[in-house]
């Protein structure tokens, strides 16, 4: 009976203990705040109300509401230089991984609609 005891303890601590990152996995979601700051040069191009294609005779998509684990995987591609659009690359290679976050965590809570 004691034995038990001495082995089921250290196992419940385990436990407690990897339930704690859990509640700070907020993080990862990225900060709107911060991203709206960086996004102002893409507007130059995504558009600015909106951000609706600003030039008619040039597909720019539209990336205002588009979902936030898109966002973040097309930005790190572009970075990677996984897509080669050689514009959007060197927008990609100008962001951290965290200012993706944050942008994808802006742009992901603007209405699409507009
Ligand atoms: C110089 C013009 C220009 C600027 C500035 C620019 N983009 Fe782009 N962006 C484009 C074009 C053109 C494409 C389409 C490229 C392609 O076909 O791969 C694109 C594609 C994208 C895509 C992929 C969309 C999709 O549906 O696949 C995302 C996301 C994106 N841009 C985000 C941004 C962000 C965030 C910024 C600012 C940090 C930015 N862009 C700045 C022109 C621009």
Redesign the pocket.
């Given at each position: 009976m004691q034995k038990f005891a001495s082995v089921c303890r250290p196992a419940l601590f385990a436990a407690a203990l990897f339930a704690v990152p859990a509640l700070a996995a907020d993080v990862s979601k990225g900060d709107p705040k911060a991203g709206r700051a960086?996004?102002?040069?893409?507007?130059?191009?995504?558009g600015v109300t909106g951000y609706k294609n600003a030039y008619p005779n040039?597909?720019?998509?539209?990336?205002a509401g588009?979902n936030f684990d898109?966002?973040v995987a097309?930005?790190t591609e572009?970075k990677k230089g996984e897509?080669?659009?050689p514009?959007?690359r060197?927008?990609?290679q100008?962001?951290s991984d965290e200012?993706?976050r944050n942008?994808?965590a802006y742009?992901s809570s603007l209405s699409a609609s507009k």
């Amino acid at each position: 009976m004691q034995k038990f005891a001495s082995v089921c303890r250290p196992a419940l601590f385990a436990a407690a203990l990897f339930a704690v990152p859990a509640l700070a996995a907020d993080v990862s979601k990225g900060d709107p705040k911060a991203g709206r700051a960086l996004v102002y040069t893409c507007g130059g191009c995504h558009g600015v109300t909106g951000y609706k294609n600003a030039y008619p005779n040039y597909h720019v998509p539209r990336i205002a509401g588009q979902n936030f684990d898109y966002l973040v995987a097309a930005l790190t591609e572009y970075k990677k230089g996984e897509r080669s659009h050689p514009t959007m690359r060197a927008q990609g290679q100008s962001l951290s991984d965290e200012d993706i976050r944050n942008v994808a965590a802006y742009l992901s809570s603007l209405s699409a609609s507009k």
